[in-house]
Every structure is written in structure tokens, then in C-alpha cells.
């Protein structure tokens, strides 16, 4: 798997995950996909990501 096709499954994974336990656990939950959501805008308008940054280094190929 490359670089950008794990950034979106990572990306998935959370929103899917905070949506869960949001609604099985505690709504404070919601908090971290809203925090998941502002990352991914930001990220289109800076073209920085840090979970991009942490998967270079981990050695993900482009």
C-alpha cells in the first residue's frame, strides 16, 4: 500500500472509530472525528499532513 492510499484508510479508520465509541461510549467522542475532519481541511490547504509526515519516516513508499 502507498503513501496516500494509508493516509485515507488511516483517515477512514478514525472517523469510523470516534464514530463508534462516540455513540457506544461517550458522545465526547464526535470531538475526535471533528478533529480528524479539520486536519484533512487543513491539510488541503497547507498540503501538510502530520500523519504524512509520521508515515515517511516510518519508511511508506510514495
Known amino acids: ?3 496516500n ?3 485515507r484508510a488511516i483517515g ?3 472517523v469510523l472509530l470516534s464514530v463508534a465509541l462516540g ?3 461517550h458522545p465526547a467522542f464526535y470531538l475526535f ?3 480528524v475532519g479539520l486536519n484533512l481541511l ?3 490547504f497547507t498540503c501538510w499532513c502530520p500523519m504524512m509526515a509520521l ?3 516510518l519508511g511508506v513508499p510514495e
Do not use: H
Request: charged share 20%; proline share 0%.
Open 1 to 3: 500500500m502507498k503513501l
Open 5 to 7: 492510499e494509508m493516509l
Open 12 to 14: 477512514g479508520f478514525f
Open 23 to 25: 455513540w457506544w461510549v
Open 33 to 35: 472525528t471533528a478533529f
Open 42 to 44: 487543513q491539510s488541503a
Open 55 to 57: 508515515l515517511r519516516r
